[in-house]
């Protein structure tokens, strides 16, 4: 009985020992460990104001917009990067340990996040070849709308019916982008059909005599009325002008409403499919009787 009590107040005692070892040990840290807490606040103020600064040089610069939040976020990350690394190094780990985990971490997330490693690439593309920028209103990938932002990810985009549409930056970069804001101005076309025996030359002047009056139709180039098909029931005429960029979404359905007035003023109609069916007929046994 009384080997275990001598056993158990040794151990009793080797507890206490350790855990006064580790609280003047932990005491001892808290001074370094304040300093790399006010270090890193101090740090993040750092940061923060650093991006700020570069937000408002690239501003004065007239740099676009997707530029100035792709820029913003990359230096972003790359400062608390470094911010770590200072606090890491403080709190005593070594510098050597310290690359040597963020190259391993580097690999490991490399081969975990190929697809986003490879969005970051496609926004540096977009970026050097500036096939866009803040306000343009694009196609890509299947999507449509104004940019927003280009971020080190994604590239956002606002449609018209004021959906957000995030794509990412190697899609956007590696496939096809239309660009409706780069030039001042696009050419709408409408077409319509009307039928065979109908005077083509005056369906033609009936449409641009029509479009004259109209504000948002450009002189330069002038508006044309051209034969884009011969259809099995009518004749297919294509109505194009010139609009500005911004009259480019109205002016569709306008025009359509316009050349509907313009062909019925002039009694010219819109023909309906025609199918002509024809059944055969014996005279000496007809069995429909």
Request: proline share 4%.
């Amino acid at each position: 009985m009384q080997e275990q009590l001598e056993a158990g107040q040794e151990a009793l005692e080797h507890t206490t020992g350790i855990l006064a070892s580790l609280g003047e040990k932990i005491v001892a840290f808290l001074p370094t460990l304040l300093i790399a807490l006010v270090v890193f606040l101090i740090g993040v103020l750092i940061a923060r104001f650093f991006v700020w600064l570069l937000r408002h040089t690239m501003k004065r610069a007239k740099v676009n917009a997707a530029a100035i939040s792709f820029g913003q976020s990359f230096a972003r990350i790359v400062l608390y990067v470094i911010l770590i690394v200072i606090c890491l190094s403080l709190l005593g780990v070594p510098a050597a340990s310290v690359i040597t985990l963020l190259g391993a971490a580097g690999v490991t997330v490399g081969l975990a996040l190929q697809n986003s490693l490879s969005n970051l690439a496609g926004g540096f593309v977009l970026m050097l070849a500036k096939p866009f920028q803040a306000g343009d209103y694009i196609l890509a990938d299947g999507e449509e709308g104004y940019v927003e932002a280009v971020t080190i990810l994604y590239t956002q985009l606002t449609t018209r019916d004021n959906r957000s549409v995030y794509l990412p930056n190697s899609m956007v970069s590696s496939g096809a982008v239309i660009n409706l804001s780069q030039k001042g101005k696009l050419r709408v076309s409408v077409s319509v059909s009307v039928s065979y025996g109908t005077d083509i030359a005056a369906a033609r002047t009936a449409l641009l005599d029509a479009v004259k009056p109209l504000k948002y139709a450009l002189d330069k180039p002038e508006p044309t009325v051209t034969v884009d098909a011969l259809a099995d029931s009518a004749v297919t005429l294509s109505l194009n002008v010139w609009v500005g960029k911004s009259d480019y979404f109205t002016a569709k359905p306008a025009l359509r409403e316009t050349v509907l007035h313009a062909l019925n003023s002039a009694g010219i109609t819109i023909p309906f499919p025609q199918v002509d069916v024809h059944l055969p007929y014996n005279t000496e046994k007809d069995d429909r009787i």
